[in-house]
């Protein structure tokens, strides 16, 4: 849906067809940045979901207010993104209702989000699935064969075409997957789209290896690219250093307790 066939059903009150739209197109990010939501956000038919929308520099008005009581609000605002553009009433407290704030620089302030090709053998489908669904909750926008083929056609065309829309190639890496013939024609095909690109003097799409076990990457050129080394790592922060680089955000820094320094000498 375009944005401005987005807000015309926010402006008109439409909530049911908003809602049954985000319901058909789970994958479907609104993206109603800089945009004037003085609008009643609520009807009979019930709250508008504005879930993981892109809110940045969004302006509500002070009828918000009126939408809170006993701890409910009529509009869902879980997980959203705000920045400290965007305007709510002084009194309004969006990060209770689940609102993720953000920096201006930060990439999911942007409109478009990088989207994200993954490269894996069906030997680890389980939890190369597993880990595709976790980033598409974050709403990352991810492109694989099982989902993203048009059936019936080549393979090495569909590769080619679906490569050519990412920004980002995710590789996932393994003793199982390395001498796979489609997982090595997608790495050269990364590589290609790479080498191109800057011969183009294009923003080149990025390369991360997603190593599963102890198998060493195979030559200098790819010890050289982005790298997530996952053995030994638990789940959850895997997937959060992958969603990491995939969106070049900076890692928090580490929380030192300088009390323990203070009689120190060097």
Not at 229 to 242: Q, Y
Request: aromatic share 10%.
């Amino acid at each position: 849906m375009k944005k401005k066939e987005a807000l015309a059903l926010i402006y008109n009150g439409r909530c049911a067809e908003w809602n049954a739209y985000r319901k058909m197109h789970p994958d479907w990010i609104p993206d109603l940045s800089n945009e004037s939501l003085s609008v009643t956000l609520y009807n009979d038919d019930g709250a508008f979901d504005f879930s993981k929308a892109n809110l940045c520099g969004a302006r509500f008005s002070d009828d918000i207010n009126d939408l809170v009581g006993n701890d409910k609000i009529y509009v869902n605002l879980k997980d959203s993104i705000i920045n400290p553009k965007t305007q709510f009433p002084s009194n309004f407290n969006s990060v209770k209702y689940g609102t993720i704030l953000v920096s201006d620089t930060d990439p999911r302030a942007k409109a478009i989000l990088p989207i994200v090709f993954i490269s894996y053998a069906w030997v680890n489908g389980d939890v190369v699935l597993a880990i595709d669904q976790w980033l598409r909750l974050k709403n990352i926008k991810t492109k694989l064969d099982k989902r993203d083929f048009f059936a019936g056609s080549r393979i090495r065309d569909e590769i080619m075409r679906v490569m050519q829309e990412c920004d980002v190639t995710l590789i996932f890496y393994s003793e199982q997957s390395k001498d796979k013939p489609w997982t090595q024609f997608e790495s050269e095909l990364a590589k290609d789209l790479e080498m191109n690109a800057k011969i183009e003097k294009r923003k080149p799409p990025r390369i991360i290896y997603v190593v599963l076990d102890d198998t060493p990457l195979p030559n200098v050129s790819e010890k050289q690219k982005l790298a997530v080394m996952a053995k030994g790592k638990r789940f959850e922060l895997v997937c959060e250093e992958i969603y990491h680089h995939i969106l070049q955000l900076p890692r928090s820094s580490e929380k030192i307790d300088l009390s323990k320094w203070s009689n120190y000498s060097f």
